[in-house]
């Protein structure tokens, strides 16, 4: 599976951005998806993952409440809307992708599949 996220750029404080995760080369549709975060000089933090079904998802503290992750098995893509943005939510959000069904809470390394990263800017 190949993953390309996009949709980050530069938004103030308070705003909003819609990210996508477009899969090719097989469906993704049978695998839990996540979305995960790093900052300069920072470690890559968990954000949020859900099921291959849509129906289970879960989210950082940092997050919960903001950010919400969905999925369009049909389009084979993975999205993540962030509102009410902070400046510490600056970093480069990268879309990921597990062999199961199901996710949790878990590090970067139980991912199989991995996009390229699209850098999100918060100013204050």
């Known amino acids: 599976v190949q993953l390309q996220a996009s949709g980050g750029g530069l938004v103030q404080a308070g705003g909003s951005l819609r990210l996508s995760c477009a899969a090719s080369?097989?469906?993704?549709?049978?695998?839990?998806a996540g979305w995960f975060r790093q900052a300069p000089g920072k470690e890559r933090e968990w954000v949020t993952c859900?099921?291959?079904?849509?129906?289970?998802?879960y989210y950082s503290d940092s997050v919960k409440g903001r950010f919400t992750i969905s999925r369009d098995n049909a389009k084979n893509t993975v999205y993540l809307q962030m509102n009410a943005l902070k400046p510490e939510d600056t970093a480069v959000y990268y879309c990921?992708?597990?062999?199961?069904?199901?996710?949790?809470?878990?590090?970067?390394?139980?991912?199989?599949?991995w996009g390229q990263g699209t850098l999100v800017t918060v100013s204050s």
């Open positions: 859900i099921s291959w079904s849509g129906v289970t998802s």
């Open positions: 080369g097989r469906t993704l549709s049978t695998y839990a």
């Open positions: 990921a992708a597990v062999r199961r069904a199901w996710c949790q809470r878990e590090g970067a390394a139980e991912y199989d599949f």
